[in-house]
């Protein structure tokens, strides 16, 4: 990586290679990544598939093809990717480390683009192999340039909540779970894709897998064994205008040529009514673990663990309840995702806690007849994404982890689980020098909230900090309410890039943040405007009387999605007056417009009641009310894709402000989301925040505001 020296700029953040997450191979020496680049002066991505050594840190090269994606492991020394090829079919291709550029062959075309491919080894060199595709409304696979136009309106028509979701409109053609085998046939030293069609493993039912396909959470939606496969999706059961149920199928396959597919067997889960993730096989095929919510409405609902003892028995499932090791109560806590070890047997699990993703080990024991677990913790510090057992054949048991922190945006590390001793294999960053900033500029503080209750917040301050002196402040509010500011890197809410500004930048996890037990992040249901405004107005008492470098004369407030929704609210609070500007991304303006997102059905839980039955409860905790008090400059920001929370709630605050002599500005991107993603819109929108804040508190030296782009005229105000 080239050492990128001098200030962390929105150039710097936008170029800097941007590495994903690795996997190791099944014998533990290697782990495959994926690297891209993006350039300002081309104005294009390169992007290079790579896999290191773990024992000694080497990177060696697959390929560099722009159309190729996706990689996973065939074997301890095999690749297999995918390559979009032309007439948006899928090219599978199987590499050899070492050996890849010129020996690198195509396996087999599928005739339409595919995703979420997972494979698993069955015998006698044949290899069975899933992913997620597009069929058509008869349940073959779609290929959207041999698809018939099905008539010449563009009309879209609906007689269910199911209309759109976060950037995309639902059609007639879905996503499905498709397999197939992979086969290398005697005397021959290549796999070919198998003669026999593909089967859609859910044709004829009525689910779509993934459960939201163009949802960035939402996962592969299935998981793949020598037994078959298990998928998640949204329950038909359910009316989806009353409940975002999602539950859990098993599909017993043995050759993976099976055509017709075998029924379906739903796994019950009596008294769940919420969604179920973090579906994973254990290494022996047989059983498996899955966590689930007991309300889908509800999002501060805690995960709960369940373990399928054998697949094939649909009743052998139960949970396993998680105690702490430490305080011999019952976790409080919500696990995230799930890993077996490699004998099946003992299970470690991630969860956020006190705004960080840590990995547990769970110690699992017999009480009165029933299993039970203990977590021990085996992290501190930083956000871990996913992790790997390694190979079981090594006398030393360990674990591979992919995580980051505010500082840095990739790590790969070796954790031993029965010492909790972690070794580092390669920084993305350096550890964040490559970028010019230090674990010495991150820090914590905890206050007393709105009651008799603690709140932590995270600080962030400059590379260059002299404790003598006075800095202006950010102050970042998250979106959610159930989520929260962990110690981890982004790319679109980066709070170094704030600090290298000039600020010191805090961002508190006040009520309705996870991470910090049930109590305290349900609290806020049904109070979106209360608890948590008061607990941000304390964070800001706390700063202003016990954080002398804080210049609290010269501070502004930023958020997004709900963070956008408690800026808009702050707006017409008595804390507004002490920011001298204020930053509203993808907002909610007003609660009633909200029925038009994509997930209003939570809205109940969120707001205490329905529309028509507690419209009391709407109205305390609606932006709108409010703007009468208004007088802060405000910039909002909202993108014509996002259906999450739709580009009018951007659109009418921003003529509420026009109208009432408000400085203010609207930024729009017509070809993004509910997040900024595209490399020149991200830079764009840098510069527009920044030059905004800037502007406001007077700092100099840092990032300009620039007259607005797209008005064809402009109307001086006298």
């Known amino acids: 990586m080239t050492i990128l020296r001098g200030t962390f700029t929105p150039e710097v953040l936008i170029t800097a290679p941007r590495r994903s997450a690795a996997v190791p191979s099944p014998d533990g020496n290697y782990a495959l990544y994926t690297i891209s680049t993006y350039s300002l002066d081309s104005h294009s991505e390169t992007k290079e598939i790579r896999a290191i050594e773990l024992g000694t840190g080497v990177t060696s090269f ?18 297999l990717w995918l390559r979009e090829a032309k007439g948006s079919t899928t090219q599978i291709w199987i590499g050899t480390i070492g050996q890849v550029e010129e020996a690198a062959y195509i396996a087999g075309i599928i005739p339409a683009l595919i995703k979420n491919v997972q494979i698993k080894e069955l015998h006698d060199g044949i290899i069975a192999i899933a992913f997620t595709a597009l069929c058509n409304p008869d349940g073959s696979l779609h290929n959207p340039t041999q698809a018939a136009k099905a ?6 028509e609906y007689e269910s909540v199911l209309v759109r979701f976060w950037d995309t409109y639902f059609t007639a053609d879905h996503s499905s779970l498709w397999y197939t085998t992979l086969q290398k046939p005697p005397h021959c030293q290549q796999y070919t894709l198998s003669d026999n069609p593909l089967t859609n493993a859910l044709k004829g039912a009525p689910l779509t897998c993934p459960v939201w396909p163009s949802d960035p959470f939402s996962g592969a939606g299935f998981v793949i064994s020598a037994t078959g496969l298990l998928v998640t999706a949204r329950d038909p059961e359910f009316n989806p205008a009353e409940s975002n149920q999602t539950s859990l199928w098993y599909i017993p396959l043995r050759t993976f040529t099976e055509d017709p597919t075998p029924m379906l067997r739903k796994i019950p889960v009596p008294d769940y009514n919420g969604d179920t993730t973090s579906v994973v096989f254990a290494p022996n095929g047989i059983s498996a673990a899955f966590l689930k919510t007991k309300d889908g409405n509800d999002s501060s609902d805690l995960n709960r663990m369940f373990i399928i003892r054998d697949v094939s028995d649909a009743e052998s499932v139960f949970e396993l309840p998680i105690w702490s090791e430490s305080t011999q109560e019952r976790w409080d806590l919500s696990p995230n995702s799930i890993i077996w ?17 840590k990995l547990f080990r769970l ?14 913790p085996l992290s501190n510090d930083g956000t871990i994404s996913s992790v790997y057992p390694l190979s079981a054949s090594r006398s030393e048991p360990r674990l591979f982890i992919n995580k980051s922190t505010f500082i840095d945006s990739g790590v790969f590390a070796l954790v031993n689980p029965d010492t909790g001793i972690h070794s580092l294999i390669s920084s993305a960053t350096r550890m964040g020098q490559t970028l010019g900033l230090y674990t010495s500029q991150v820090s914590e503080i905890t206050f007393k909230g709105h009651g008799d209750y603690d709140v932590q ?15 202006p402040l950010v102050f970042l509010i998250h979106g959610g309410p159930a989520d929260s500011w962990r110690d981890a890197w982004s790319t679109r809410w980066n709070p170094a890039i704030f600090a290298e500004q000039g600020y010191v930048v805090v961002l508190p996890n006040p009520t309705g943040s996870t991470s910090f037990g049930r109590a305290f992040s349900s609290a806020i249901n049904g109070d979106w405007g209360g608890r948590a405004y008061h607990d941000l107005a304390a964070c800001f008492a706390h700063l202003e009387t016990h954080l002398p470098f804080i210049d609290t004369t010269r501070a502004v407030a930023l958020g997004a999605s709900f963070g956008g929704y408690m800026v808009n609210w702050i707006a017409g609070q008595p804390l507004a007056k002490k920011f001298r500007a204020l930053v509203s991304h993808d907002g909610c303006f007003s609660i009633y417009n909200m029925l038009s997102s994509d997930i209003a059905t939570p809205l109940a839980t969120d707001m205490g ?12 905790n609606d932006p709108a009310q409010h703007t009468q008090n208004w ?9 014509d894709l996002d259906y999450r929370c ?8 921003f003529a509420v402000c026009q109208q009432r002599g408000i400085e203010s500005r609207f930024l729009n991107f017509p070809d993004e989301n509910h997040f900024v993603l595209k490399h020149e819109n991200s830079l764009k929108w840098h510069h527009t925040v920044l030059g905004w804040i800037n502007k406001y508190t007077d700092v100099k030296g840092g990032v300009v505001l620039e007259p607005p782009v797209s008005e064809p005229h402009r109307w001086v105000r006298s």
């Not at 070890?341 to 993703?357: F, K, M, P, W």
């Not at 739709?646 to 605050?653: D, F, K, N, R, S």
Request: hydrophobic content about 35%; some cysteine.
């Open 457 to 471: 917040a995270w600080i962030m301050k400059p590379s260059t900090f002299i404790p003598d002196k006075k800095y």
């Open 363 to 376: 110690i699992i024991a017999l009480d009165d007849g029933s299993s039970i677990a203990h977590a021990r």
């Open 151 to 156: 008539c010449w309106s563009s009309a879209r």
């Open 62 to 79: 697959i390929t560099c093809d722009q159309n190729s994606r996706d990689p996973i492991w065939l074997s301890s020394t095999q690749v």
């Open 609 to 620: 009641g329905t529309l028509w039955k507690d419209k009391a409860s709407w109205d305390r």
């Open 646 to 653: 739709p580009v009018t709630e951007g659109l009418a605050p």
């Open 341 to 357: 070890a490699s004998n099946s047997h003992n299970l470690y699990v991630t969860a956020d806690e006190r705004g960080r993703c």
């Open 631 to 639: 007088t802060q400059p405000m910039l909002f920001i909202h993108s």
